[in-house]
């Protein structure tokens, strides 16, 4: 479940969440700094144009010849070439520098994301992390790109229209002192309703994102119980509450164009009435025509101005919430770190666990593992068995210190997990987990996560101890063949055998296989237990398994009952001695052949 309180960034101010994600611009910084820098030059330009278009009216009015008017339209056409070289300019390096921090910043938080333990993974859903690598991250980039252009631009150009204004037009300009804070207001008001609505979606997007991932990812199950029509009915659902959201909010941003219009064409009726008042009664001497025009230009100018804050003040507030959504995720430590001095040798497979209790981050309920005390000899087989729930996965989970422990310590090699350094340990530790999980890419590529110089040899030795090589040389490529998305184009069984030549090309001293040949018949799991034995005789191996068959030949097997260790013996010794076991084993029909077995021995 996602961790939705704020930790580190509850209270922290717009401004120190904004300075965090600017840390991803980096080489972007020089496009970022010569954006605002063009676009000033731009806003310049334009604000020239129409004083020198007023004077050029004057001089009309005046009777001046085909020269001053050549004259005026070279400076305006210099102008307005000058205006659009740095507009120009301005767009791409805008476009550089907020496509190239969107980049880094998605990198940045894709790293952080790797580094995650499984317990930080547990704080956040695989939905919401997909929507901040996504939405979040271009809702900052369109910020951004607001940020570096427009948010410079507008004020500028505000100020500069206003002082042209005033220069052109003397007290004729104070209409705009009286409109600018009426719109102000308004636009504000409109911004603080909206983004409440705003921020209330982004959780129904990752609800949304969820369904979808949900149904990808069991489409095959949706198909063969015919729920279609449910899943359908749950996706929409879901989409009109992010629908309904978001319509309200933008029936609030919506208000900002009737607003601005009224403002507008209030501006419009003042000048034109006390303008044209103004030049019929001094006869053009305190405002002629061309003063007159330039000014409803600036008006213009000054209230678009406006608008452009109005709608960067909207868009930052919406932002906001994405803002602090990516910064929740590149300030989440990681809670499994190396030691300082870590130790980068592990010595031997021996495992040992001391008094180890273990209890998932945020749970209130009784411990997942409880006074667990065993030693595991290096090459020695281990098998674990128990019902759902009783914590064989989390057993084997703190191995390779994908948790820590609550209580007590687990020891790799004489060594305390916690003070090796983690890729070391996990380097030497081989996990095939009850989801198998493959790539997309050639079965040769999958298999290279286990060794990603392994030569075409080592490929195909593995394949062979873990029974997938036949299979394998079936398939249209043969090693070359693409492995779709998660192995959807492979069976069950054909999966988990790759998962297995996976962890073998890796020669781990510890070697763990969590309910991993659930899906291959008992035939192939004697082959590979046959095979394991052949290829790696010293490697420690622990095996989870609901079928019996596939523990009945380990050194020793391990009965595990909520979160204790229930019983421990061979497979001989559990069928007379422990009660679970025997259970297990007579709804498996093993206990009869067990039976039949020594009655044929002792006759």
């Known amino acids: 479940m996602e961790n939705n309180n704020r930790k580190s960034g509850a209270g922290v101010s717009r401004q120190g969440s904004w300075l965090m994600m600017l840390r991803s611009l980096r080489e972007f910084k020089k496009d970022a700094l010569l954006t605002p820098i063009t676009v000033m030059g731009e806003v310049v330009f334009e604000a020239l144009i129409p004083y020198e278009i007023a004077l050029l009216v004057n001089e009309v009015k005046a009777g001046c010849g085909l020269d001053r008017i050549l004259h005026y339209a070279g400076i305006l056409l210099l102008m307005a070439l000058c205006a659009l070289a740095c507009g120009y300019v301005a767009g791409i390096t805008c476009a550089r520098a907020s496509c190239g921090f969107a980049k880094n910043l998605r990198q940045d938080v894709f790293y952080q994301i790797q580094e995650f333990s499984f317990g930080n993974m547990d704080r956040f859903s695989s939905a919401s992390l997909v929507t901040r690598l996504t939405t979040d991250i271009q809702n900052i980039q369109m910020a951004f790109m607001m940020l570096v252009r427009t948010a410079f631009r507008a004020p500028f150009n505000l100020l500069a229209s206003?002082?042209?204004?005033?220069?052109?037009?003397?007290?004729?300009?104070?209409?705009?002192?009286?409109?600018?804070?009426?719109?102000?207001?308004?636009?504000?008001?409109?911004?603080?309703?909206?983004?409440?609505?705003?921020?209330?979606?982004?959780?129904?997007?990752?609800?949304?994102?969820?369904?979808?991932?949900?149904?990808?990812?069991?489409?095959?199950?949706?198909?063969?119980?015919?729920?279609?029509?449910?899943?359908?009915?749950?996706?929409?659902?879901?989409?009109?509450?992010?629908?309904?959201?978001?319509?309200?909010?933008?029936?609030?941003?919506?208000?900002?164009?009737?607003?601005?219009?009224?403002?507008?064409?209030?501006?419009?009726?003042?000048?034109?009435?006390?303008?044209?008042?103004?030049?019929?009664?001094?006869?053009?001497?305190?405002?002629?025509?061309?003063?007159?025009?330039?000014?409803?230009?600036?008006?213009?100018?000054?209230?678009?101005?406006?608008?452009?804050?109005?709608?960067?003040?909207?868009?930052?507030?919406?932002?906001?919430?994405?803002?602090?959504?990516?910064?929740?995720?590149?300030?989440?430590?990681?809670?499994?770190?190396?030691?300082?001095?870590?130790?980068?040798?592990?010595?031997?497979?021996?495992?040992?666990?001391?008094?180890?209790?273990?209890?998932?981050?945020?749970?209130?309920?009784?411990?997942?593992?409880?006074?667990?005390?065993?030693?595991?000899?290096?090459?020695?087989?281990?098998?674990?068995?128990?019902?759902?729930?009783?914590?064989?996965?989390?057993?084997?989970?703190?191995?390779?210190?994908?948790?820590?422990?609550?209580?007590?310590?687990?020891?790799?090699?004489?060594?305390?997990?916690?003070?090796?350094?983690?890729?070391?340990?996990?380097?030497?530790?081989?996990m095939v987990l009850q989801k198998n999980l493959l790539f997309s890419g050639t079965v040769a590529d999958n298999l290279r996560w286990g060794n990603p110089h392994a030569t075409q040899a080592q490929l195909e030795e593995a394949c062979r101890w873990a029974c997938a090589d036949e299979f394998i040389r079936r398939l249209p490529k043969g090693y070359d063949t693409w492995i779709e998305q998660g192995g959807t184009n492979l069976s069950g069984g054909q999966k988990q055998r790759l998962c297995i030549a996976r962890a073998l090309l890796k020669r781990p001293r510890i070697l763990i296989l969590d309910d991993s040949t659930s899906a291959v018949d008992t035939r192939t799991d004697r082959a590979i237990w046959d095979a394991l034995a052949t290829a790696l005789p010293g490697t420690t191996t622990f095996i989870i398994a609901q079928r019996l068959s596939s523990v009945e030949r380990a050194d020793r097997i391990l009965v595990l009952d909520k979160g204790r260790i229930h019983g421990m013996g061979t497979h001989g010794e559990l069928l007379r001695t422990d009660d679970i076991y025997q259970e297990m084993a007579r709804s498996q029909n093993l206990l009869e052949k067990e039976r039949e077995k020594e009655g044929t021995l002792h006759g």
């Open 162 to 430: 206003f002082f042209m204004a005033w220069y052109m037009g003397g007290r004729m300009a104070l209409c705009f002192l009286v409109v600018i804070p009426i719109l102000g207001y308004g636009l504000y008001k409109i911004a603080v309703l909206s983004v409440g609505l705003f921020r209330k979606g982004f959780p129904q997007y990752d609800a949304l994102n969820y369904k979808v991932e949900e149904n990808i990812k069991g489409i095959r199950v949706v198909k063969s119980f015919v729920r279609e029509k449910t899943e359908i009915a749950k996706f929409d659902e879901t989409a009109r509450k992010v629908q309904a959201i978001f319509t309200k909010g933008e029936r609030y941003v919506a208000l900002n164009n009737p607003l601005m219009q009224i403002c507008i064409y209030g501006v419009m009726i003042f000048l034109l009435t006390q303008g044209s008042r103004l030049i019929v009664t001094t006869r053009g001497r305190l405002l002629d025509i061309g003063q007159f025009s330039t000014l409803l230009t600036y008006s213009f100018q000054i209230l678009g101005s406006l608008m452009m804050l109005s709608m960067i003040m909207v868009v930052l507030t919406f932002t906001e919430e994405s803002v602090q959504r990516v910064r929740e995720v590149l300030e989440e430590a990681s809670t499994l770190t190396s030691p300082a001095d870590p130790v980068k040798t592990v010595r031997d497979g021996s495992v040992d666990f001391q008094g180890v209790s273990f209890q998932y981050e945020g749970s209130t309920g009784e411990p997942v593992l409880q006074d667990i005390t065993l030693s595991v000899r290096s090459g020695e087989v281990v098998g674990i068995v128990g019902g759902t729930g009783s914590g064989k996965s989390s057993l084997v989970q703190l191995i390779p210190r994908l948790y820590d422990v609550t209580a007590g310590s687990v020891q790799v090699g004489g060594v305390d997990v916690r003070r090796y350094d983690l890729e070391t340990l996990r380097e030497n530790v081989a």
